[in-house]
């Protein structure tokens, strides 16, 4: 099962051929939560970045001590690209909204695959940083 359908032109696999795109949705775990389950905890740190195949993911952030929900995420959205870049600690956290279903990539184990393919990782470092641009621009466009 793809991430994305092929002709999607999602910056994360936009630059992909086919084959390289197989490779890379390989190199991801999935991981599958139930209602109220905790993908992302806030202050806590791991790079792994996260591709949602099925379900919705509610991103909740503390404000004055309490949870909440700023935003639900779906399929083919993407979490986690800051943290996966700098191994920051997360900023807010991601609990299932139902029962979901997310492929998750660890940097280690991505970059160290890609590093024998220096095209392949080229492409997807290239797609990382639109990723975060078009992150930018949305974040800009609400201030």
């Known amino acids: 099962m793809n991430v994305f359908p092929p ?3 999602h910056p994360l696999f936009r630059y992909l051929t086919g084959e390289e795109r197989a490779r890379v ?15 992302i905890r806030a202050r806590e740190s791991d ?15 503390d404000r ?17 690209e800051v943290s996966f870049i700098d191994d920051s600690p997360r900023t807010v956290s991601v609990r299932a909204g139902e029962g979901s279903a997310v492929r998750a990539w660890d940097n280690r184990t991505l970059t160290e695959a890609l590093a024998f393919e ?26």
Do not use: N
């Open 7 to 9: 002709q999607s032109d």
């Open 25 to 39: 949705e390989k190199l991801g775990k999935m991981r599958y939560l139930s209602e109220g389950d905790y993908l």
């Open 47 to 61: 790079s792994t970045l996260f591709a949602i195949e099925d379900g919705h993911l509610d991103i909740v952030a």
């Open 64 to 80: 004055d001590g309490k949870e909440v929900v700023v935003a639900t995420v779906g399929p083919g959205d993407v979490l986690g």
């Open 118 to 143: 220096p095209q392949l990782l080229a492409k997807f470092s290239v797609a990382m940083c639109e990723l975060l641009v078009e992150r930018l621009r949305d974040v800009s466009r609400r201030v």
